[in-house]
């Protein structure tokens, strides 16, 4: 059963950091891009960050200079790295992936999400 499996949430104050990570698992050749997306409280969710299958990435604006994402290909893991963090970063993060599986010898892409990880910070 292929699946993304999020963890690294947690509470935290103002200030402080955590580290999310994003692990594919199951019969996959790997991870194309790698996307976290954030859902406040009341808000649509939203992208906080990408990354590509070359290492290009992009943020939203509200997290540029704080947040950091990057890959481990061994472990087929995304993770974001949340520095500096503030209240307004609250919310429920979520990953998702493009992961290349076999279908047959070709090699195909499909999207999965995960389960969410919670991120409190409070003031």
């Known amino acids: 059963q292929v699946q993304l499996v999020e963890s690294g949430g947690g509470l935290v104050q103002a200030g402080g950091s955590l580290r999310l990570s994003c692990a594919a698992s199951?019969?996959?050749?790997?991870?194309?891009?790698g996307t976290w997306y954030r859902q406040a409280p009341g808000k649509e969710r939203g992208l906080v960050a990408k990354?590509?299958?070359?290492?290009?990435?992009n943020y939203a604006d509200s997290v540029k200079g704080r947040f950091t994402i990057s890959r481990d290909n061994t472990k087929n893991t995304v993770y974001l790295q949340m520095n500096n963090l503030k209240p307004e970063d609250t919310g429920v993060y979520y990953c998702?992936?493009?992961?290349?599986?076999?279908?047959?010898?070709?090699?195909?892409?499909?999207?999965?999400w995960g389960q969410g990880t919670q991120v409190t910070v409070s003031s």
């Open positions: 990354i590509t299958s070359s290492g290009n990435t």
């Open positions: 199951g019969s996959i050749l790997g991870i194309n891009a």
């Open positions: 998702n992936a493009n992961l290349l599986r076999d279908s047959s010898g070709r090699v195909l892409e499909y999207s999965y």
